[in-house]
């Protein structure tokens, strides 16, 4: 049997798929835009690239939302209206007749970093994704953890200040609230950086030419990001944590903060144990985790 | 083989020593002081205990701490300063001739609560000790989760707050800061409440008779109790979460605002699926936990 795996990716704007091996190297990638048309035309056109990869062993898709990893259903996606109850798994299926697996895009991308940036050797282990929100993926003692009811991992919605800004959840003073995209422009706000088009890339732009605002702006994310971390660490003692999503981008501008702020926050021996890191492969991530979830044993 | 089992709870001020059948039921229970004697002379006289108890399958031990639980070793406990690298194991297996666990008491109330709460039935589980500190222990998968180097579930050092109390660890704004015996004194002083000596049990004393400021004091404390819960729940997506610990006596005085307040602060499915109960027995907690964490597959 080929061990060429696929995995598919399906986010709110673009559908990207890859082929990778069993070690998440990418050898092959396809992008398609995630257009308004309905769940069936898209997994249609999906199939068709699935299709012209040729042979591979299994299909792992990662979508945002609610999804039934067992069924390979997906309940409920927030950014995409029309996919309510879809069994994705069944569909593609049906079509390609590769067995297919369906994940939290989360949970995907964790265990792609775990894979690429651990090398499997980092059995406990957190990925943070910073993007328009926060969001997270748990891996415990190399699975994935989803929790009682699937949820587990919303890393973002840890409560940093009761206090706090609102979130988008209803809540104050989430991390995501923080530090989730419309967090950053509002820190920027405050803290009176100017630019034609305010955004998490254009505010790093400028701090990469040395802009002294652009760059206090990050430092604040980073204390905002060293007192959700410094949780985790406190209470999951991980081994490695990895950051993902765009805003990952720019860690380069928030590691040496983060570190000095960490010490402040967590625990001495497991902040030591943890090695924090950026993944390998921002781009790619969510489509390596996808390829590579499938569990051997299923096949 | 006889199916009793003996559980130790080595303390800063009392040692419990239990006899249980594997659902927790206690059958038999001594106390006895934790004198500044050395640690071999202690260890000798949990010895005879453990002898006066007749036939047994197993002993564990656990006590506040740093403990290598794969070798029983304490390396280090804080509240015993004289404890510091005591093979526990080896000593009293040599001295009973009985196979001997130990682990970290927190670890050792989640385990106990997961089996007299919960019934071995929820499988991603939570307990959370109020007392002088705050502390918890993690089940996953029906199995105590420690990290990867042993020192998971300090749910105590969760930042609430960055720029909330100092905590004796060092940062600001901890959940033990906040609702530590000191924390819950602080509140009591804030909120001018006054009894010839104020600790949580007198304030909870008062809030039984009707005092409004006493039972304040207990509404606060549950409000910054939810924000640490909220976000357990978020991130683990348990089963059950139990409280346990002195203070968890006077939870009756906390649950209905803590429930309110986990509104706000945890997404809705899981909160729905979480059960939130106080521990059947908070007194011999400890040590029935002790006396279930050993392996069957050990002996």
Same mark, same amino acid.
């Given at each position: 049997?080929?061990?060429?795996?696929?995995?598919?990716? +399906?986010?709110?704007?673009?559908?990207?798929?890859?082929? &990778?091996?069993?070690?998440?190297?990418?050898?092959?990638?396809?992008?398609?835009?995630?257009?308004?048309?309905?769940?069936?035309?898209?997994?249609?056109?999906?199939?068709?690239?699935?299709?012209?990869?040729?042979?591979?062993?299994?299909?792992?898709?990662?979508?945002?939302?609610?999804?039934?990893?067992?069924?390979?259903?997906?309940?409920?996606?927030?950014?995409?209206?029309?996919?309510?109850?879809?069994?994705? $798994?069944?569909?593609?299926?049906?079509?390609?007749? +590769?067995?297919?697996?369906?994940?939290?895009?989360?949970?995907?991308?964790?265990?792609?970093? /775990?894979?690429?940036?651990?090398?499997?050797?980092?059995?406990?282990?957190?990925?943070?994704?910073?993007?328009?929100?926060?969001?997270?993926?748990?891996?415990?003692?190399?699975?994935?953890?989803?929790?009682?009811?699937?949820?587990?991992?919303?890393?973002?919605?840890?409560?940093?200040?009761?206090?706090?800004? @609102?979130?988008?959840?209803?809540?104050?003073?989430?991390? !995501?609230? /923080?530090?989730? &995209?419309?967090?950053?422009?509002?820190?920027?706000?405050?803290?009176?950086?100017?630019?034609? @088009?305010?955004?998490?890339?254009?505010?790093?732009?400028?701090? !990469?030419?040395?802009?002294?605002?652009?760059?206090?702006?990050?430092? #604040?994310?980073?204390?905002?990001?060293?007192?959700?971390?410094?949780?985790?660490?406190?209470?999951?003692?991980?081994?490695?944590?990895?950051?993902?999503?765009?805003?990952?981008?720019?860690?380069?501008?928030?590691?040496?903060?983060?570190?000095?702020?960490?010490?402040?926050?967590?625990?001495?021996?497991?902040?030591?144990?943890? #090695?924090?890191?950026?993944? @390998?492969?921002?781009?790619?991530?969510?489509?390596?985790?996808?390829?590579?979830?499938?569990? $051997?044993?299923?096949?």
């Amino acid at each position: 049997m080929s061990e060429n795996l696929i995995g598919v990716d +399906i986010g709110g704007t673009k559908i990207l798929m890859a082929v &990778t091996d069993t070690n998440g190297t990418v050898k092959k990638r396809m992008e398609i835009p995630t257009t308004d048309d309905s769940p069936q035309e898209i997994l249609s056109q999906i199939c068709g690239v699935i299709k012209s990869f040729g042979r591979c062993r299994s299909v792992g898709v990662g979508i945002a939302g609610d999804v039934d990893s067992e069924r390979g259903i997906l309940r409920f996606s927030p950014n995409l209206p029309k996919w309510r109850k879809i069994n994705i $798994k069944k569909y593609i299926e049906k079509n390609t007749n +590769i067995p297919v697996c369906v994940e939290n895009d989360a949970n995907c991308a964790a265990y792609g970093s /775990y894979v690429i940036d651990g090398g499997r050797k980092y059995k406990n282990f957190v990925t943070i994704t910073l993007g328009t929100g926060v969001g997270g993926g748990i891996i415990i003692d190399g699975k994935i953890y989803r929790g009682s009811t699937g949820s587990a991992g919303e890393i973002g919605h840890i409560t940093i200040n009761p206090d706090g800004p @609102k979130c988008g959840c209803g809540n104050r003073g989430c991390l !995501e609230a /923080y530090i989730g &995209t419309q967090g950053i422009k509002n820190i920027a706000g405050q803290l009176g950086f100017k630019a034609e @088009k305010v955004t998490p890339a254009t505010i790093a732009a400028a701090a !990469e030419k040395g802009d002294r605002t652009a760059l206090d702006v990050y430092k #604040k994310v980073s204390e905002y990001l060293a007192v959700g971390v410094g949780s985790i660490i406190n209470i999951f003692n991980p081994d490695m944590i990895s950051f993902a999503g765009g805003v990952a981008n720019n860690f380069n501008l928030m590691e040496n903060n983060l570190r000095q702020e960490l010490a402040v926050h967590s625990f001495e021996t497991p902040l030591k144990h943890v #090695k924090i890191v950026r993944t @390998k492969n921002i781009k790619n991530l969510g489509a390596i985790g996808a390829s590579l979830i499938f569990p $051997k044993e299923d096949l």
